[in-house]
């Protein structure tokens, strides 16, 4: 065998192309892992775009737990047949292509990733997955749980015991693990998204309350104290105009007096573009708003440590890699409850 079937990004197609290629062989320092699981993301759909001038072809996919199957020169402490979480991330590669960040070096964002039957990555990137830990979850701490707890723990400054009052905004396949990451903590947590299943579902993994938008807006503008909305942080998994305006809403009254610990926005998410906010506002109630991306290869270790103690159990769907496209589509579409993934080798549904 030495080829094998891949998702492949194309330059100017909004779909990824399933193809045969060759087998990757690990270099020194290197792995070759078969792909167990690789999880479908939302920044996957934002870089399938028409306009995206990106004239690199290479495998889609960074979000990956795989089995040990080779290794290269110079390769200690990996064990054939063990499964490994990948941790990749380049902070500043060399390609800077207009609209993509700078990490466009990175396992699935310009390098060779896990849509595909087999992926080569660094020994040093490899994470073990600890035991009875299913692939299709142990995959999500790699990219959607390793963000979550960077923005829950790292920025947002969470802790075990804590009884601040939390809005997760968002409840979609980050927003759901951070509603349990949060409440495992001890925060009393409430959600906001504008999709009823997603409310649902943040009430069953234990928010107090979950909201529409306008609710929050209406509650937010009451004049009435005893109705007044207040939560010491927001953590933003959408990141648009509504949500930042409401995010600050919500957290203002913290900052009425020097004495009192204003309140703190930590932006996640990818949905929003320019977005437009009231200096004077923000320097009065001396509001913090941090943002948040990916996370460390400790933060990885810490996330599938929450996994294997079942603090967060992630709502996970798996689909064939063949589906691939087809589970980007439900993505675009709102239509995917919790996250997704592909798994390579699994037979096709049935149309």
């Known amino acids: 065998m030495t080829t094998m079937r891949a998702a492949v990004f194309h330059n100017g197609l909004t779909s990824l192309v399933l193809q045969e290629i060759p087998i990757p062989r690990p270099g020194p320092k290197q792995v070759l892992l078969k792909v167990a699981a690789a999880g479908v993301c939302h920044s996957d759909t934002l870089l399938l775009s028409d306009t995206l001038n990106d004239p690199r072809k290479y ?35 060399p390609h800077q292509i207009p609209g993509l960040p700078p990490f466009a070096d990175s396992i699935g964002i310009g390098e060779n990733g896990g849509f595909a039957e087999f992926i080569v990555a660094d020994a040093s990137d490899l994470v073990p997955v600890p035991a009875d830990l299913r692939p299709e979850v142990a995959a999500l701490a790699a990219d959607s749980l390793i963000t979550v707890y960077n923005a829950v723990h790292n920025r947002a400054g969470l802790r075990p015991g804590t009884k601040q009052r939390v809005l997760i905004y968002g409840v979609g396949g980050l927003g759901h693990q951070a509603v349990q990451l949060a409440k495992s903590y001890g ?47 927001v953590i933003d998994f959408v990141s648009n105009q509504q949500s930042f305006t409401i995010d600050q809403a919500v957290v203002k009254g913290h900052g009425n007096s020097l004495q009192e610990t204003p309140g703190t926005i930590v932006m996640v998410g990818l949905f929003g573009d320019n977005l437009s906010f009231n200096i004077f506002e923000l320097l009065i109630f001396r509001t913090n708003v941090l943002t948040s991306l990916y996370g460390t290869k400790d933060d990885l270790k810490a996330s599938l440590a929450l996994l294997a103690e079942g603090a967060v159990k992630p709502v996970v769907s798996a689909a064939p890699l063949e589906e691939v496209n087809k589970v980007l589509d439900e993505l675009r579409a709102g239509r995917v409850t919790g996250r997704m993934v592909v798994v390579p080798g699994m037979k096709a549904t049935k149309a």
Do not use: M
Request: charged content about 20%.
């Open 187 to 233: 925060a009393t947590v409430f959600a906001c998204d504008i999709k009823a299943s997603a409310r649902e579902l943040a009430l069953s993994l234990g928010a107090e309350q979950a909201f529409q938008p306008t609710e929050l807006t209406s509650l937010t503008s009451s004049t009435d104290e005893s109705k007044n909305f207040q939560v010491d942080i």
């Open 59 to 93: 495998v889609f996919g960074h979000e990956n737990a795989g089995y040990a199957v080779e290794l290269g020169k110079d390769v200690e402490n990996i064990e054939i047949g063990k499964l490994y979480a990948i941790w990749d991330i380049v902070a500043h590669g």
